[in-house]
């Protein structure tokens, strides 16, 4: 329910509606519990409200220490070096680190935890607020189906509590909430799991019935994600590794066995500092073919050099015989600092040079039907990039290139050059 409606409605009624939706940076508290007891109480209309969200926006949401460059923590504001201050060992009374921020964070009102008041909601979603949840009672919300928690400063004791009195739980989200140290999910079967800047989280789950896997954090090892039950068929995963740390040696150890837990996947977001996840410096040998993958998405920035970008995503693609769609999605690189645009850029005195023995990537070659490049900025290791690709690809028909702003001479520049590598093949190429 927006603020609108319940401001519209009687003193403390809600207008029919199965859902509560509340959400704000300077919420009145008094108000808001009003709100959630009104859509307890049957909602006004004779239908018990099935789904609170509620997302205070009192805490930092910005990016994890991990993503942040190095100069970063160089100097402050005032030339003093910052901390590293995003991090957790889950031993804190609770998570905020502003104490104006910790005194007038919402509270969720212990009363929504007694069986009535849960008893028909099937979806909640909790946001930048303290569980608050009564110490000694037994929690039960028998029909919740969803159930996502986003900087939540509880400790990780209370969200297992919560978690676990969700009768019907299949999707699960636990966000940025930093004092979670182990979550076990055994006596229900999962299809949808988010794990998301939890550094640090244990997760055992039920992955027989597990379908979609989204994972931001470091590079997992076995016992971060421990997938019990039958041998879960993973059909949809969304993978980012964050921070640069991502593509250091100490975690390229762990990504080929992570990755061996998709095989079954038809669709793969894999995402990191470095486009490809340096998957090239991994071994060889421990790599496992994603024989059903039919689209993927590499999202990441293209190196300095050009080469290891080339070699990762080789790497890859080389991994997935039978890959329809790719698509690329070209970031900042992490260590630049503000001060450079984003924006197109072509110098024509520096060629794309590529190889002239073609590496052999069976899916281009006769496979790939289509290709999408986001945020091409046409810099001489994106450039590189692309021709190689083109070059290889002989299967393709449709190419979707996306320009972040800048100057319409450098685009149609970029343009005729990715034309040009398409000529006189039947390949419908459109730009944006």
Not at 110 to 125: E, F, K, P
Not at 155 to 184: H, N
Not at 250 to 277: I, V
Request: some cysteine; proline content about 7%; aromatic content about 6%.
């Amino acid at each position: 329910m927006s603020p609108a409606a319940a401001a519209a409605a009687p003193a403390w009624g809600c207008a029919p509606s199965r859902s509560c939706s509340t959400r704000s940076t300077t919420p009145s508290l008094a108000t808001w519990t009003g709100w959630l007891f009104a859509a307890a109480q049957n909602g006004g209309g004779g239908a018990a409200v099935e789904e609170i969200t509620v997302d205070a926006c009192h805490q930092e949401r910005g990016v994890c220490a991990r993503e942040r460059p190095d100069w970063y923590f160089q100097h402050g504001p005032f030339g003093e070096p910052r901390p590293l201050k995003d991090e957790s060992d889950g031993k804190e009374s609770d998570d905020f680190r502003d104490p104006n921020a910790r005194d007038s964070a919402y509270r969720m009102p212990r009363w929504l935890y007694s069986s009535g008041a849960g008893a028909a909601l099937r979806t909640l979603r909790l946001g930048s607020c303290f569980l608050d949840l009564p110490r000694h009672a037994r929690l039960r919300f028998p029909f919740v189906v969803t159930l996502a928690l986003t900087c939540i400063p509880d400790s990780g004791r209370d969200i297992q509590r919560l978690v676990s009195s969700c009768g019907r739980l299949a999707d699960l989200t636990l966000d940025s909430c930093r004092r979670v140290r182990a979550v076990a999910v055994l006596d229900k079967r999962l299809r949808r799991l988010a794990l998301r800047c939890c550094h640090g989280a244990r997760l055992a789950v039920d992955a027989s019935d597990l379908r979609t896997l989204e994972h931001k954090g470091p590079v997992p090892d076995e016992s971060v994600l421990a997938l019990a039950g039958a041998p879960p068929a993973i059909l949809f995963c969304d993978i980012e590794f964050c921070g640069k740390e991502a593509c250091s040696e100490a975690e390229l150890a762990n990504l080929p066995e992570f990755l061996a837990r998709f095989t079954a996947a038809r669709w793969l977001r894999l995402g990191s500092c470095c486009l490809g996840a340096s998957i090239h410096r991994a071994n060889p040998s421990g790599l496992t073919p994603l024989p059903y993958l039919r689209r993927l998405e590499l999202k990441g920035a293209a190196s300095s050099g050009g080469s290891a970008t080339i070699g990762a995503v080789t790497r890859i693609l080389q991994q997935t015989p039978n890959l329809e769609v790719l698509t690329l999605l070209i970031l900042p690189d992490v260590e630049e600092r503000p001060r450079f645009r984003a924006e197109v850029t072509c110098d024509p005195m520096a060629g794309p040079d590529v190889p002239d023995v073609l590496p052999v990537i069976p899916c281009l070659r006769d496979r790939v039907r289509e290709m999408n490049v986001v945020h091409y900025q046409g810099r001489v290791r994106q450039r590189r990039l692309l021709k190689l690709l083109l070059r290889v690809a002989a299967a393709l028909e449709e190419l979707y290139v996306v320009f972040p702003p800048g100057k319409f001479e450098v685009q149609s520049a970029l343009m005729a050059e990715i034309e040009s590598w398409v000529m006189h093949r039947p390949v419908k190429v459109t730009f944006g």
